[in-house]
């Protein structure tokens, strides 16, 4: 797994490219990145997927934690180019309705 | 019928590995790519289930049983003696298991004193035959 | 000190299986791209030149012994009893114990009745110690 | 693996081009496929490798038993666009010295 970000102020947004594998052994790294993002900028959240291979439970409880506390501040987390089949992992567990989701052409 | 059997550290470092045999296994079946996807995420999240599950686990043993090339069963289990079960199992627990029967064909679930200790998996080249 | 070991059918097909994981292995371990590349070959070769040997063979071996993050044991071999050695054995055979020699930093050969019935190989993450 | 061949008449040579892995299971394709191009035409074979993957001790005796029927009518073998860790195995086994080969850059 590598984690990017981008913080950009015009619209408050930490831009963040999530590529390679999350998983059970990565995931506390996401949570740790993440976590310092909005310590450091209260804003919203626009997550890139457009080179994530795979995502497991672990790794969608890292973004369920981490939209418990954009919410706090009322931000969001949009998250986008996702593959279809990892979108797919969105829809059975229900988080589609959750996140605001754009999925890869 | 040809098995496949695999024991591996129960540590989340190599859960990719257990991905990767799998997918490796499923490819040579001739799965599409979407078969192959599901049936490694039913293997990575049964084998994420167990090592929350169990406080002690140290071995996941991985069975491949391949009944035709269009017809897998994966069985993942904590073999030999009990282990301790993990009384402050993490929420995404319950995500592992919506994700398992979303994927698979078919799930058993080997339930010993009221834990699950162990997943049957049948996953079928022709795509998913079941759905809830 | 981690360890995983997998049973698989003796059959040309599953050696890509064999190749995948070890690369998953390899590559989990922080292997570079070279030293991946020579424990597959090494153990993909090993395989060929077990399944070669004997005419009767049905299950491989391979188990891993992770001393470090930068070195592994790997052993292939036949499990149980003996197996009927193939008296026609192809030339790839000589191919395969010169390409795991050199690929490996070091090999082991378990020999018995004058016959190879498996192969130990050391390989480290910092590339090639030996060469001849 | 997959192979995929032309006939240049102009220059009497099969172009073959190989991609994936070749290994102790799918080498004995290989060789039929090759074979049926010499009963075909009497030609030189250049084998493009820009997509092989990988070749085993298996693949490299089928390229041997090629050479020695393509050399049986003064026919040659080259290999080109192989990827340097695949020449590894050439050199390992001595074989560099008995195709003329090109190594990808
Ligand atoms: N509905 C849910 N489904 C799955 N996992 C969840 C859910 N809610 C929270 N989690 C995950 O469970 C863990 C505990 O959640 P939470 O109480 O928010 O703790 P934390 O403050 O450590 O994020 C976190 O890792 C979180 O991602
Ligand atoms: N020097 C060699 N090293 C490795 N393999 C070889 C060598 N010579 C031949 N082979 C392989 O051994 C097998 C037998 O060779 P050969 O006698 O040419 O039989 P065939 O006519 O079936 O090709 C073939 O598969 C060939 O590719």
Known sequence: MDIRQVWNEENNTWCVSLSGEIDIYNAPELKTGLLRLIEQHKGNILIDCVDL???DSTGL???ISALRRVKDYNGTITIKNLKPYIYKI???????KVFTI???E | MDEISINLPAKPE???VARLTTAGLANRLGFTIDDIED???A??????YLINQFSDITVLNIHYRIESDDRIYVQIKVPGAAAVVNENKSKESELSLFIIESVADQVKKEIDRGVIRGFSILKTGGGNLKNE
């Open chain 2, 14 to 16: 190599y859960m990719s």
């Open chain 2, 39 to 41: 049936l490694k995420v």
């Open chain 1, 61 to 63: 409880g890292v973004l």
């Open chain 1, 53 to 55: 291979g795979y995502i």
């Open chain 2, 43 to 48: 293997v990575s999240e049964a084998g994420n």
């Open chain 1, 102 to 104: 754009e999925v890869q």
């Open chain 1, 90 to 96: 969105f829809t059975i567990t229900g988080l589609d």
